[in-house]
C-alpha cells in the first residue's frame, strides 16, 4: 500500500510563514542596530542567504509564488557572495583562503536551488562555475557533493562527457556499496541519478532520479529533523534538477505537493 504523502495543515504553513517573517524582521532590525558590524561577511551573508530561502520556502508552500521567487533569488544573491569571496580574485570582497563560511560544495548546491527555484538560471551557473576543481584548503575532502557541482559545472560548461563521468562514478559507487539507511550518500545517489538522465535526455533516468529524491524527503517529512517544517516538506533538489531538466528541453517527470507547481518552469521560460 502508498503511504499517503505527508503534507502540512493550512495552519502549520501559516504559522512557518509567520515565523520566517519574524526571523527576517529580527535580523534586519539587529543589523540596522550594527550587531553585525564586527561579523566577518562570509558568516553574515551565509546567514542571510539562509534566512530568506527559509521564507521563500514558506511562501512557497502558502502557494504566494511571486513573493516566492523574489525571495528565493535574495537568497542564492547572498549565498553568491561568500562563493565570490573564495573564488573570485576580481571579486572586491575577495579573500581566498580566509574564507571561514559558505564556500563549500553544499553551499553551493544551495545557491543553485534557491536560483533554479527563483528562475535565476545565471546565478545557477555562476555559482557551479565559481567551485575550482581538485581540494580547496580548509574544506572537507571532496565527496560525492562535490562530484555533483562538478558536473554541474562541466554541464554548464557543454561538457557533457565530463558531466557524465562525474555522475557515473559516483552512481557506480552507491550501487556497488548502497546505504542500508537514508544518508548523505543516497540523497546525492539520487541527484546524479537525475542529472545523468539529463545529461544523457534520458527521461526513465531523470524520472528515477527525482522520485527516489522524492521518496527520501517523504521519509524525512514524517520522521527527520525537519518534520513538521517548511523546511522538511519542501524538495528543494527535486525542485532544482526539474527546472534544469525543463531548461534542457525534458518534460517535469513528477506532479508532486513537494515540488510547487508555480516554481516549475514553463516552455517560455525555457526557451
Not at 504566494?64 to 523574489?70: N, P, R, S, V
Not at 557572495?81 to 573564488?87: G, T, V
Amino acid at each position: 500500500m502508498t503511504k499517503k504523502i505527508p503534507q502540512l495543515s493550512a495552519e502549520q504553513l501559516a504559522s512557518e510563514l509567520e515565523i520566517d517573517l519574524e526571523t527576517i524582521a529580527r535580523a534586519k532590525a539587529l543589523d540596522e542596530a550594527g550587531f553585525y558590524q564586527d561579523s566577518k561577511k562570509e558568516g553574515y551573508y551565509w546567514g542571510r542567504g539562509f534566512d530568506y530561502a527559509s521564507l521563500a520556502m514558506s511562501y512557497a508552500l502558502n502557494q504566494k509564488f511571486d513573493e516566492a521567487k523574489a525571495d528565493f533569488k535574495k537568497a542564492a544573491e547572498y549565498q553568491l557572495r561568500p562563493l565570490k569571496m573564495a573564488f573570485d580574485p576580481t571579486d572586491p570582497e575577495f579573500i581566498g583562503e580566509k574564507v571561514s563560511r559558505g564556500n563549500q560544495a553544499i553551499n553551493v548546491v544551495s545557491c543553485f536551488n534557491c536560483a533554479m527555484a527563483a528562475g535565476e538560471l545565471a546565478i545557477a551557473k555562476e555559482a557551479c562555475l565559481l567551485y575550482p576543481e581538485g581540494h580547496f584548503p580548509g574544506n572537507p575532502k571532496p565527496n560525492t557533493t562535490d562530484d555533483f557541482v562538478h558536473a554541474l559545472k562541466a554541464w554548464f560548461n557543454g561538457d557533457h562527457d565530463k558531466a557524465s563521468a562525474h555522475c557515473q562514478k559516483r552512481l557506480d559507487e552507491y550501487t556497488a556499496k548502497p546505504s542500508k539507511k537514508i544518508s548523505g550518500c543516497s540523497n546525492y545517489f539520487t541527484l546524479h541519478l537525475a542529472l545523468w538522465g539529463i545529461i544523457h535526455t534520458d527521461a526513465l533516468s531523470f524520472e528515477d532520479g527525482i522520485k527516489r529524491n522524492l521518496a527520501i524527503w517523504h521519509h524525512d517529512a514524517r520522521y527527520g529533523e525537519e518534520s513538521g517544517t517548511a523546511r522538511g516538506h519542501y524538495a528543494e533538489f527535486a525542485v532544482a534538477l526539474t527546472n534544469l531538466g525543463i531548461h534542457a528541453g525534458m518534460e517535469q517527470p513528477v506532479i508532486d505537493p513537494f515540488i510547487p507547481q508555480g516554481l516549475v518552469w514553463s516552455k517560455s521560460v525555457r526557451d
